[in-house]
T-cell receptor, first 112, second 118 residues
Framework: KNQVEQSPQSLIILEGKNCTLQCNYTVSPFSNLRWYKQDTGRGPVSLTIMTFSENTKSNGRYTATLDADTKQSSLHITASQLSDSASYICVVSPYNTDKLIFGTGTRLQVFP | GAGVSQSPSNKVTEKGKDVELRCDPISGHTALYWYRQSLGQGLEFLIYFQGNSAPDKSGLPSDRFSAERTGGSVSTLTIQRTQQEDSAVYLC????????????????FGPGTRLTVT
């Protein structure tokens, strides 16, 4: 079982709509949780970084939430744009190691 | 300033050959990470450097894989006697300080090297 699981695996939405991506993790304790956006053929780009004590972090139309009690995080995308089409990756940093643990990502496609 | 660069962008090699992948981190970044991304899979941690030292090599898939970093800057990932299962995109990332553990520094990724072993 992966330590960081994401859902859904893929998602199709229409331009202008909102969507929410989920991340469940078992890593504990952890120091921070990150969300990355990865366009096809490119390296991931950081969207948000939350420490274990933070509940929410926004970056433009992207808002990440964190519930450390239930070990869940979500990434909410508001008013989606065609350029939001990408894979979104949840990453957890265990407290006692510098290895980052990556989820397998959610593939989002935004259609006009 | 320049971001993380990797070379080559694409590499096709025959099974059994050795390959060397290069990563140029952002100037001044002390931490450097190597990851592997197989088709349809998540990123797999391989190794990280703090300065020139690699405290944790347990992510390297086999002893055919090795990495070094010199001068606190450029890093090379070497795969000896390549196998078809080594085919993947190899990504390098750097951060000002360590991005994991007690730190939360931002990681900046390079574009990756796509390795195909035939």
């Amino acid at each position: 079982k992966n330590q960081v699981e994401q859902s859904p695996q893929s998602l199709i939405i229409l331009e202008g709509k909102n969507c929410t991506l989920q991340c469940n993790y078992t890593v504990s304790p952890f120091s921070n949780l990150r969300w990355y956006k990865q366009d096809t053929g490119r390296g991931p780009v950081s969207l948000t970084i939350m420490t274990f004590s933070e509940n929410t972090k926004s970056n433009g139309r992207y808002t990440a939430t964190l519930d450390a009690d239930t070990k869940q995080s979500s990434l909410h995308i508001t008013a989606s744009q065609l350029s939001d089409s990408a894979s979104y990756i949840c990453v957890v940093s265990p407290y006692n190691t510098d290895k980052l643990i990556f989820g397998t990502g959610t593939r989002l496609q935004v259609f006009p | 300033g320049a971001g993380v660069s990797q070379s080559p962008s694409n590499k096709v090699t025959e099974k059994g050959k050795d390959v060397e992948l290069r990563c140029d981190p952002i100037s001044g970044h002390t931490a450097l990470y190597w990851y592997r991304q197989s088709l349809g899979q998540g990123l797999e941690f391989l190794i990280y450097f703090q300065g020139n030292s690699a405290p944790d090599k347990s992510g390297l898939p086999s002893d055919r894989f090795s990495a070094e970093r010199t001068g606190g800057s450029v890093s090379t990932l070497t795969i000896q006697r390549t196998q078809q299962e080594d085919s993947a995109v190899y990504l390098c990332a750097s951060s000002l300080e360590l991005a994991g553990g007690g730190g939360s520094y931002e990681q900046y990724f390079g574009p990756g090297t796509r390795l195909t072993v035939t």
